[in-house]
């Protein structure tokens, strides 16, 4: 009966994120003006930030549960290590993937080695590292202390494209930042919120489903161990 | 008119993304709930070992 309410209540929250979906695709066409220098395309803009704001959110989620395992060797810290890992790959290749449909009309080339690209690129190789080396180690135990370290360094990397556009004079435009006015007009600047605001809960459901499916998956493990002990036993 | 039909079908394309990462992730949920309640009536039905 819980377990069903439990569904339920998923499902219900996954229709709610989809109608959201719906509205923010409604404000990015219909309702935010063009952009009077860069024109239509500059309404990428309104995915690729969430994106990359949540991409960098569940980096900092998974930096914090690995220095958890790593401290308390809890399954718990694991488990949203696993998860938060897996949704910083995911949005971070949606800003890989969004990045580029922005670059082709604006640059004239669909990638170029910038810093603030070369560095995001990297995290996306350090995220997927640590998901594979969950797949590859002898051991769960010794897979999930091995990510968590690779999830440390990979979290390093976020400070660093964050200042990249500084530190190396990239082109990369930088919208938001300490000292600079804010250039959106109100439309914009609504729109941009509402996009925010779809994608952290689009991301706060998909951090609990996969965390979900994490210790459902440790509980499976464990249960089948005991299965197999007391076949041998017997 | 052209650029708004490619940012529509990019932004479609990212969308169906996230909604097949969630299909498949509702049905891990379903299957390991299934797997998880079929091991625990196993190991109810089976005595501890003395």
């Known amino acids: ?234 | 008119m052209k650029s708004y039909a490619f940012l529509f079908w990019g932004y479609n394309v990212v969308w169906i993304g996230i909604a097949v990462y969630v299909a498949i992730l509702v049905w891990r949920v379903r299957r390991l709930d299934g797997r998880l309640d079929r091991l625990e009536q196993r190991l109810s039905r089976e005595p501890e070992p003395r």
């Open chain 1, 1 to 234: 009966m819980a377990k069903r309410s439990s569904h339920a209540a998923t499902a219900l929250l996954l229709a709610i994120v989809g109608v959201l979906m719906l509205g923010a695709n409604f404000m990015v066409f219909v309702y935010a003006p063009d952009e009077k220098v860069m024109g239509a395309v500059q309404r990428i803009f309104y995915f690729h930030v969430p994106a990359a704001i949540v991409a960098f959110t569940s980096t900092f989620v998974m930096l914090g549960a690995s220095i958890g395992y790593l401290w308390t060797r809890s399954r718990i810290w694991d488990c949203l290590a696993r998860a938060a890992t897996e949704l910083a790959l995911l949005f971070c290749l949606l800003v890989l993937i969004t990045g580029p449909i922005w670059a082709k009309p604006a640059w004239g080339v669909w990638w170029t080695w910038e810093a603030r690209l070369t560095t995001t690129l990297l995290l996306g190789l350090l995220l997927a590292a640590c998901v594979m080396v969950r797949s590859y180690a002898d051991s769960a135990e010794q897979g999930a202390r091995l990510a968590s370290v690779l999830g440390i360094v990979a979290a390093l990397d976020v400070p660093i494209i964050y200042k990249a556009v500084d530190w190396w004079r990239g082109q990369h435009p930088v919208v938001f930042g300490p000292g600079k006015k804010d250039p959106l007009a109100p439309e914009m600047r609504a729109t941009f919120l509402f996009c925010l605001l779809v994608f952290l809960l689009l991301y706060t459901l998909l951090l609990v489903l996969r965390t979900r499916i994490a210790c459902h998956e440790e509980r499976a493990r464990d249960a089948a161990e005991t299965v197999a002990a007391r076949g041998e036993a017997g």
